[in-house]
């Protein structure tokens, strides 16, 4: 009784405990390793049977007959549940680290976190991957999720599952909640997770990346995200398939994304300059980046090229000057190197199916780009594309590049191989090489005219019906419905060229 009084109620330790059996057991147990009561199933060992004993209804038979008051937790010592209540419930964590501000309510798991944490220790190592942790409970969890597949925490407001109810837990919090307690000192971002704040940190504000794909130059921040990189790129482990479409993913998370960007149209994250949305906040930066801020930090290797994002570079160097495109038509001779150029092919040549509909008028395009830039040409007149020897103006770079080369350079790549019919476009080349397989389907509602495509039906509408003339001579009041016609009039009345 004076002794448990000493000990329990006045704190009083001769030689650092109250008995020697104690410290008899203490010596034994941490300086001596005396463990001869081993178990059969596992690598664990223990000073004292009736320790060895419990360990096996704990861990190998589950029996857990204490549980707690305030919650489901359950556990197979009701010191075990003490330590819990004063833990979780009543937020008592008298052990505090001596490098930081970490707290515990065990001794040991300080020694834990400052063996893992400042000292770098890992002991316990993956069989089966370079995966190491300080603790055995880690490691068992790991081996479970990553390799057994054993996530036996589901979350019941939607298909999530996790590998520990902590995870589990958190995943509530911060998804259905939204719950996210630690803050970047930096910029808004929230996790609810300190790790990943720092993370976030170092990934964005410091730009630190200590993870580097052995495979080619991606760099990151978070062992996790180059598992997935290397999985993805490289590996090409894609697990999770939609329900919808054809489209694999290596995580739950992307799938998740693909779901409500693609099938549900779930784009919460809009952008205050225009009616861009987006289905995260990360494609929403991108966009911010490249579209209104105009940064693009990433530069081909052989040109001048730059652009907002590392996959636009590396499909510029495939396609411009490596000539590699992967990706084969399986209808028709078209390669590219992007599949999701193939599908505008497929759905555009061979499907026709024109998705994207303008507001304004009949106009339907195959890809929502070529739309975008209809309503910038056509309805809004924007055309931020100029000519360096003329006052021409065009909505796209290729357009501009087009008239460059067929007016000022005279470049006519495209050669017909019956006679000596040269043009700057494929498209009219094959008008010109196989007449009779194009159709003229767009009628004018005026006259007998038809043409082989909408733009050349328009025209003729401007410059026969209309009287639409929309090029001037630079030296008289002349008004042309032709650029060349214009040319034509400048170089005989002004220039005195007579071809």
């Known amino acids: 009784m004076e002794q448990h009084i000493n000990s329990v109620h006045l704190g009083i330790k001769i030689t650092n405990t109250t008995h020697k059996y104690y410290l008899k057991h203490h010596i034994n147990v941490k300086h001596l390793d005396r463990k001869n009561h081993k178990c059969k199933q596992c690598n664990f060992r223990a000073y004292k049977k009736c320790t060895l004993t419990k360990h096996i209804n704990s861990i190998h038979f589950d029996i857990k007959n204490h549980k707690c008051s305030h919650c489901d937790y359950r556990a197979s010592l009701r010191s075990t549940i003490n330590i819990h209540i004063a833990a979780v419930h009543l937020g008592i964590k008298n052990h505090k680290c001596s490098h930081c501000d970490y707290r515990a309510s065990l001794r040991s798991t300080i020694n834990i976190h400052i063996a893992a944490v400042h000292l770098g220790l890992k002991n316990h190592k993956c069989s089966q991957c370079d995966y190491r942790t300080a603790t055995k409970r880690t490691l068992k969890i790991h081996t479970e999720s990553v390799h057994l597949r054993l ?252 008239h460059v080369k067929s007016v000022h350079l005279l470049i006519k790549d495209h050669k017909c191989s019956h006679c000596d019919y040269q043009t700057t476009e494929n498209s009219a080349l094959k008008i010109h090489e196989f007449p009779t397989s194009w159709h003229k389907n767009h009628k004018c509602s005026h006259c007998h005219y038809a043409a082989y495509n909408k733009s050349a039906l328009t025209q003729h509408l401007k410059r026969v019906h209309l009287n639409i003339k929309s090029f001037k001579c630079s030296y008289c009041d002349y008004q042309g419905s032709r650029r060349s016609i214009v040319t034509r009039h400048v170089k005989s009345t002004h220039l005195l060229i007579k071809d």
């Open 151 to 402: 996530k036996n925490h589901e979350c019941i407001q939607c298909d999530y599952r996790a590998a520990t109810k902590r995870l589990l837990k958190l995943h509530t919090e911060s998804v259905h909640l939204g719950l996210k307690k630690y803050k970047c000192t930096h910029c808004d971002y929230k996790a609810n997770r300190k790790i990943n704040v720092i993370a976030h940190v170092n990934s964005v504000h410091l730009n630190i990346k200590g993870f580097n794909c052995s495979h080619c130059d991606y760099q990151t921040s978070s062992r996790r995200y180059l598992t997935m990189h290397i999985n993805r790129k490289h590996i090409c482990i894609k697990e999770h398939k939609c329900s919808q479409c054809d489209y694999k993913s290596a995580t739950t998370t992307e799938l998740k994304i693909h779901m409500n960007s693609k099938h549900l149209g779930i784009k919460n994250y809009k952008c205050s300059h225009c009616h861009y949305a987006a289905y995260h906040k990360s494609v929403l930066m991108k966009h911010l980046n490249s579209v209104h801020l105009k940064i693009k930090n990433f530069k081909c290797n052989y040109c001048d090229y730059q652009g907002s994002r590392r996959s636009l570079v590396t499909q510029h160097e495939k396609n411009v000057h490596l000539l590699i495109k992967d990706f084969k038509c399986n209808q028709c001779d078209y390669r590219t190197n992007t599949k999701s150029a193939l599908t505008t092919h497929i759905n555009a040549k061979h499907l026709g199916i024109k998705s994207h509909k303008c507001s304004h008028c009949d106009y339907a395009a195959y890809h929502k780009s070529a739309l975008t830039d209809h309503l910038n040409s056509v309805h809004l007149n924007i055309k931020n594309f100029k000519c360096s020897y003329c006052d021409y103006q065009g909505s796209r770079r290729s357009l501009l590049t087009r």
